[in-house]
């Protein structure tokens, strides 16, 4: 996991009973099709499957490169922990320039969007965003012996869930939680005190275009007001 001074953790909240597996989007079939290939077989998938639908899986917290949750069967509970792989410095530079490369791409991912002409243009940049099966590490507390287990395989589908909902989920296993985002975005878009790039005067700069820290913060405002729909709608009852 990339070090950073403050604490880079976020817990999200357990995920109640749900019924079928619903459409989802085209980003979380891309992971949960990462979580089948990682899969030992369709025995232990479906298994898998079934405790992630029953509410077995606790509160996950997720952090950069990896997410641990407790996991209950009957009358026991096991911690999990999965790995995914962080980008290095230069690919998460890349992905923070590609962010700010084309208007709207913050707004629609602090909105609960991954475009897929964004990640695209991401993976054409040699950045891996979305990950494969191979990818996914995992260690249980249980005795099986496969890796990943069913109660491994649980965790990794409630955080397609979870990615489904917030993209931000997936750059943050992936060492880009949110705030570290929107931070190097401020940084990106700041020109140095009295001058701008190209030369220009902060005058002239401004003259360019919109204030991009305006910007992000309508964006942010519209995020917000989004969730707060999301949650009044109990999107995970209907995936």
Do not use: N
Not at 64 to 81: I, K, N
Not at 151 to 168: K, S
Not at 178 to 183: A, F, H, P
Not at 217 to 227: C, G, I, L, S, T
């Amino acid at each position: 996991m990339t070090p950073h001074a403050e604490p880079t953790a976020t817990t999200h909240p357990r995920i109640p009973p749900r019924r079928g597996g619903g459409s989802g989007t085209w980003w979380s079939k891309a992971v949960l099709r990462a979580v089948e290939e990682a899969a030992f077989g369709e025995k232990e998938l479906r298994a898998g499957r079934a405790l992630a639908r029953s509410g077995a899986v606790g509160a996950i917290t997720v952090d950069e490169g990896g997410a641990v949750a407790a996991v209950t069967e009957g009358q026991d509970a096991f911690t999990v922990e999965v790995t995914v792989p962080v980008l290095d410095d230069a690919d998460a530079a890349a992905f923070t320039e590609l962010v700010a490369a084309e208007s709207g791409r913050i707004a629609a991912l602090l909105a609960g969007q991954l475009p897929h002409s964004f990640v695209e243009a991401v993976e054409e940049a040699g950045v891996e965003l979305l990950p494969y099966g191979g990818e996914l590490g995992s260690a249980c507390t249980c005795d099986a012996w496969l890796d990943p287990c069913p109660h491994a395989l649980a965790v990794l589908t409630q955080l397609a869930w979870l990615i489904q909902a917030d993209p931000f989920v997936l750059t943050h296993l992936r060492g880009l939680a949110r705030e570290r985002v929107l931070r190097d975005l401020h940084r990106l878009r700041q020109p140095a005190a009295g001058s701008s790039p190209g030369g220009e005067s902060p005058e002239d700069a401004a003259a360019d275009g919109p204030d991009d820290v305006d910007d992000l913060v309508v964006a942010e405002d519209a995020a917000v007001r989004a969730a707060r729909l999301l949650r009044l709608e109990s999107p995970f009852d209907s995936w």
